[in-house]
């Protein structure tokens, strides 16, 4: 299991986040693999995924990490649809991940860390989630 297939997996749990059976967001991307940009997306509201960072947990058998994924969801500010406002879609991708590792071996569930509205300038608002999981991976340190 790698960074780059949590991302996908994170991306496809929030694609499938409906609401009366239409998904909440026009487009969900990942940030590390496409150069996405908060100036001109294509379609919104959108969700844009990406691997934060990692802290070693100090296990000595293996190596264990403590890692950070972020999800950025964005929306117009004049948007008129209030089941896709910046905090619904906030808290439903909040709900969807948080608690869960879907069976993945070595990945503990995620856990919301938070989140926080960017400063943006424009006709965007955008807010950031974080959320942790722990990962052992299969590598045996020495």
């Known amino acids: ?7 996908d997996l994170l991306i496809e749990k ?11 967001f026009a487009d969900v991307v990942n940030m590390t693999a496409n150069e996405f940009s908060l100036a001109e997306p294509e379609a ?19 190596l264990v990490l403590k890692e950070t994924y972020e999800v950025l969801v964005v929306t117009r500010k004049s948007g ?8 619904v879609l906030s808290e439903s991708v909040r709900d969807a991940i948080h608690g869960n590792a879907w069976g993945l071996p070595d990945v503990s569930p995620f ?10 300038q424009g ?3 955008v807010y950031s989630l974080k959320f942790q999981t722990t990962h052992v991976l299969q590598v045996v340190t020495p």
């Open 44 to 62: 919104l509201p959108v969700a844009a995924v990406s691997f934060y960072g990692d802290e070693n947990t100090g296990t000595l058998s293996r």
């Open 111 to 120: 856990q919301y860390q938070g989140r926080n509205r960017l400063d943006t």
């Open 14 to 24: 929030i694609r499938a986040i409906k609401n009366a059976g239409v998904a909440l």
């Open 80 to 87: 008129t649809d209030p089941a896709r406002s910046t905090t």
């Open 123 to 125: 006709q965007l608002n």
């Open 1 to 7: 299991m790698t960074v780059n297939d949590i991302e």
